[in-house]
């Protein structure tokens, strides 16, 4: 028999942990199983290495051990061959990240598919070998990340800065469209069976393509937030915030096709109809930069197209003198600044009363680490921490250090080893702390954001306004970038303005792209 008193232990020491092998056996026994039976007669389980003797160096063989294999691999024995194997697995993935460098980061991110954080980290290591990672695209993407090639082969640089530089078919990553979130299996199904009969002219083409019974309204709304309809809207000069105003449209659309298509009797005057072309886009306010990130973020779980913070990340590089990714790198109570954004906010009532404390994590283009505001801190800034809010965060470096049953610091885990967080001292909305600092506003302007004739009219008519309306104290210069690519710079003594957060997104709506930086 075996009671309860077999599985409690007789009051043994802590430290020693599972099932002693009377107890195995006895299991083994009850429930007639050969498995445990054979793990309680087994020396493999209960030898306890006592000393390591060198006894030189021999040849060693792979041997056959039934059932289980006696490998240690924590530091104290490894067998030669499991070594020699993952040395050559170290090899060739190191070849292949050399030589197939897109390649080898796509592989990557497809076995990092749903885990956000190791995928921000993989996208970040691939743009700093200079790969492109793209958007979705309803065209071109399959379910995982893929990598696309240009079409014909460009000419290659004389010193090709890199590896990508140097392969003329430019290969860029591809994110698939099972990274976008509520987009299943089935959706995916339905739209790569669909592009078959050839690319989708739009959102209504699509949208008349596919079938609505798998590809709802859900999907529409993830796909053009993810970026998934950019290339059709290049055509005609779209936003994704116009294309997201359409969504009904297509659907109407989408689904007197499929009617159509089910009662199998289209004829020539309801097939024109369904495939005439659409009287276009609503005209709708373009999405700024913050708001674009923010629907991006919700749709694929990070941001791709860029980051909260590029709206001052030329501002932000002179403030601040630590980044999320170097904490790890930090001293224990070494003071820091960083710019962020405060995601994953969260309060808690301590366990000892006295107060609120807040967790979050503070993001930046590197990376996130987390964030902890004691109470007392709390009373002090809790008005300023706001989930999605971008900040510029003063703090000290808290490292978690292990510690022994009696609350001595285990001195064996190597400090470089253990996680570091970061605890809040002072919290400021970016743009306030950034705005004290600055003396002027230059406004950046080049042929692309311009662009030309008519566009380019209506787009400086409406900075013209956005300057009016905005009338303060602070000095606005420009700088217009040449086709050549020198520089000219322009002075606007008589305007003054107030370079609120309005103002920064009304000038991206005009331009789409940040074109106001703050300088001090």
Request: include cysteine; hydrophobic fraction near 40%.
């Amino acid at each position: 028999d075996v009671s309860m008193q077999s599985f409690r232990g007789n009051g043994a020491a802590k430290e020693a942990l599972g099932f002693s092998r009377a107890t195995i056996a006895a299991l083994a026994a009850t429930l007639g199983s050969e498995r445990l039976a054979c793990e309680a007669t087994s020396d493999v389980f209960w030898d306890r290495i006592v000393s390591i003797t060198p006894k030189g160096e021999e040849d060693t063989f792979d041997l056959t051990v039934d059932v289980d294999h006696n490998f240690v691999a924590d530091g104290l024995i490894v067998h030669n061959s499991h070594s020699a194997a993952y040395a050559l697995i170290t090899y060739q993935t190191a070849f292949l990240k050399r030589h197939f460098p897109a390649e080898f980061m796509a592989a990557t991110l497809c076995s990092d598919l749903g885990k956000i954080e190791k995928l921000v980290g993989t996208i970040n290591e691939a743009r700093a070998m200079s790969i492109p990672v793209l958007v979705p695209d309803v065209n071109e993407s399959d379910r995982m990340f893929t990598v696309v090639y240009a079409p014909k082969p460009v000419p290659v640089p004389k010193n090709p800065a890199n590896r990508i530089e140097a392969d003329p078919y430019r290969p860029r990553i591809r994110v698939g469209l099972g990274g976008v979130k509520g987009v299943g299996d089935s959706a995916i199904e339905s739209i790569v069976e669909a592009r078959k009969a050839g690319p989708f002219a739009d959102i209504f083409d699509f949208a008349s393509r596919i079938d609505p019974r798998k590809v709802n309204k859900g999907v529409f709304e993830a796909l053009v937030s993810s970026g998934a309809f950019d290339d059709t809207l290049k055509r005609t000069g779209a936003s994704r915030a116009q294309a997201f105003e359409s969504i009904e449209k297509a659907l109407e659309r989408g689904k007197g096709a499929a009617k159509e298509r089910s009662s199998g009797q289209i004829g020539l005057f309801s097939l024109a109809e369904t495939l005439k072309p659409t009287s276009g886009y609503p005209e709708v306010q373009p999405w700024d930069l913050v708001h674009q990130l923010k629907q991006e973020r919700e749709a694929l779980g990070l941001y791709l197209t860029g980051h909260p913070l590029d709206r001052y990340a030329a501002e932000a590089g002179r403030f601040a003198n630590a980044l999320a990714a170097s904490i790890d790198e930090r001293e224990n109570g070494e003071e820091v600044t960083l710019a962020g954004v405060i995601e994953g906010y969260r309060e808690k009532v301590p366990k000892s009363g006295g107060g609120r404390m807040a967790f979050f994590h503070l993001e930046d283009r590197s990376g996130r680490v987390e964030a902890i505001v004691r109470a007392k801190t709390f009373e002090v800034i809790h008005e300023q921490l706001k989930e999605g809010e971008a900040v510029l965060l003063n703090g000290k470096v808290k490292v978690e250090f292990k510690r022994d049953d009696e609350g001595n610091v285990d001195d064996e885990v190597p400090e470089q080893q253990l996680e570091r967080k970061l605890m809040v001292e002072s919290v400021a909305p970016l743009g306030d702390a950034l705005r004290a600092k600055a003396r002027f506003v230059t406004l950046r302007l080049n042929p692309a954001n311009l662009l030309e004739g008519d566009v380019t009219r209506r787009r400086l008519e409406a900075l013209k306004k956005a300057l009016q309306e905005s009338p303060g104290k602070m000095p606005i210069n420009a700088t217009l970038k040449l086709p050549d690519g020198s520089e000219v710079g322009l002075s606007l003594p008589k305007v003054r303005i107030d370079p609120t957060e309005e103002f920064l997104a009304k000038v991206e709506r005009i331009f789409g792209e940040k074109v106001a930086e703050l300088r001090s």
